[in-house]
């Protein structure tokens, strides 16, 4: 009974290319989460997301990065032309329910995204 | 000022303490959860709370939602415990339900 599977576990990436993070949520779970942890910061969230569908992105940067949950394989978080303030932790959960409030979140290891 | 503080940002503490993390926040809520993070950085949800208390294990958790205050509490600590405590708020307006506004953080560290 898997949790929810970030890969890679660590990125190395030169300024100017792109990265990719991949978050399979728990198995029935269909609603996913990314949040970004800046060195010596918070979490912050970046994007919800449904199957197909972006429901709030409101965390996101403008430019260079996007989000998607297709029908079928993991939710990618693609950053493209990747600068040094990019680098952070950047971690996935997901949850089976669309009620209000949940309850729990369930988190994934993370993507520690270094640019070089 | 952050929307969520959390005190202290630092904590050590022997084993077998009983220890007290705060969380103070300044917007309207529909909830809260603690969460616990590993020195590792693995992300585990601990409690959610929208009134009252819960309690789960040597975990206490209780929220005063007119006084905007929560707190964290472990008893009988044990070095196990040590790792960095997050309280993060769900805004009662705007927003949907993963926006959570992170506290930095309380790091603990229990000494044997």
């Known amino acids: 009974n898997a949790g929810v599977m970030q890969n890679p576990r660590h990125l190395v990436r030169r300024r100017g290319q792109e990265a990719r993070l991949r978050c399979s949520p728990m198995k029935g779970h269909s609603h996913v989460y990314w949040y970004r942890q800046l060195p010596e910061e918070g979490l912050k969230f970046m994007v919800y997301?449904?199957?197909?569908?972006?429901?709030?992105e409101s965390g996101m940067p403008k430019e260079r990065f996007s989000a998607e949950f297709p029908k079928e394989g993991p939710s990618i978080l693609r950053i493209q032309q990747v600068v040094r303030g990019d680098s952070a932790a950047y971690f996935c959960?997901?949850?089976?329910?669309?009620?209000?409030?949940?309850?729990?979140?369930?988190f994934g290891s993370g993507t520690q995204l270094s640019v070089l | 000022k952050n929307e969520v503080e959390q005190s202290p940002q630092n904590l050590t503490a022997q084993e077998g303490e009983f220890i007290t993390i705060n969380c103070s926040y300044s917007?309207?809520?529909?909830?809260l959860h603690w969460l616990q993070q590993h020195p590792g950085g693995g992300i585990v949800s601990l409690f959610m709370?929208?009134?009252g208390k819960k309690k789960h294990g040597r975990l206490i958790a209780t929220i005063n939602i007119q006084e905007k205050h929560s707190s964290l509490h472990i008893t009988a600590s044990h070095p196990r415990d040590s790792a960095v405590y997050i309280c993060a708020v769900l805004r009662n307006y705007g927003g949907s339900q993963g926006n959570l506004i992170f506290g930095k953080g309380t790091k603990l560290s229990v000494k044997p």
């Open positions: 917007v309207g809520i529909s909830a």
């Open positions: 997301l449904q199957k197909e569908n972006i429901i709030d």
């Open positions: 959960a997901s949850s089976r329910d669309n009620r209000e409030v949940l309850e729990k979140l369930f």
């Open positions: 709370l929208s009134s």
